[in-house]
């Protein structure tokens, strides 16, 4: 059973806009606040935003406030994340996974038998002219 399905990703102008959909089982939403991660090839793992169902905490990393928008249709299950404002820096594999949002920052939530996280396969944002 995927718990994460991730889509919206592709190729972009710089200054362009994408929105990245990520459709989570009820679990996930019931139990964990839903962050936005991205990594590009060779770099670290970042965690770009968040959003949490219960009390709408949100979180934004300073690399992309005020460009991105994370919003959530309960409905629907669904996590957007809205970016405006492409830059080719933000070009990476974008997915969403279950994470915690405290102290100003994002964790993404792993376990034994998911090292790498409660995560989805990801979307591709390439962002270049």
């Known amino acids: 059973q995927l718990q994460f399905v991730e889509s919206g990703g592709g190729l972009v102008q710089p200054g362009g806009s994408l929105r990245l959909s990520c459709v989570a089982s009820k679990y996930m939403l019931d139990n964990f606040a839903i962050g936005w991660f991205r990594q590009a090839p060779g770099k670290e793992r970042e965690g770009v935003s968040g959003i949490s169902k219960y009390d709408g905490t949100t979180y934004y990393s300073q690399f992309v406030k005020g460009r991105f928008t994370v919003s959530l249709d309960i409905a629907k299950n669904t996590v957007y994340l809205q970016m405006n404002s492409l830059k080719p820096e933000d070009t990476a594999l974008y997915y969403c996974?279950?994470?915690?949002?405290?102290?100003?920052?994002?964790?993404?939530?792993?376990?034994?038998?998911?090292?790498?996280?409660?995560r989805g396969q990801g979307t591709q944002v390439t962002v270049s002219s």
């Open positions: 996974a279950a994470a915690y949002i405290r102290d100003n920052t994002i964790v993404i939530v792993v376990t034994p038998d998911e090292p790498s996280g409660l």
